[in-house]
């Protein structure tokens, strides 16, 4: 049961993990073939294009889950530190509300690629499994920006 929660709590690293070696290869393996003269891998940049879409909106999810993500220090640094926590829970439900704005209208996007049935050019994989890393980055971000928050929280407890 630990490993489950384990990769659960660590799914996106891992997915991410396994994305960029993967995509690291594939423009080094394409690169390698168009000097060599040998065309082998024509789809070598679509591929690699969209792993890298992929590992940006997976990486939202995981910034959001340690706090990375750029935050203007201008506004704590104007507040008193007893308000600190508000500002923080403050901006956190800015993110979600952006996050699920995006969610909602991405999701529209790739129902509508689904009905057209659009496909890529060179690896003929239908293109809403490309746009489908925006609703899933954008609800990893607002998830992992909640469970930030309330662990802050907890911790918070704890120590009053």
Known sequence: MKKLIYYMDNLE??????????????????????????????????LARYLMIWIVFLGLGTGAKKNAHFFVQLIINLVPKTFHKYVNIFRIMIVVIFCSIILFLSLSIVKSQMVMGQISPSLHIPMWIVYLAIPVGCASMALRSIQYLIKELKEETKLT
Do not use: D, Q, Y
Not at 15 to 42: G, N, W
């Open 13 to 46: 690293e891992i997915i991410i993990t396994i994305l960029l070696p993967l995509m690291c290869i594939v423009v080094f393996l394409s690169t390698f073939f168009r000097f060599a003269k040998m065309p082998l891998m024509p789809w070598g940049e679509e």
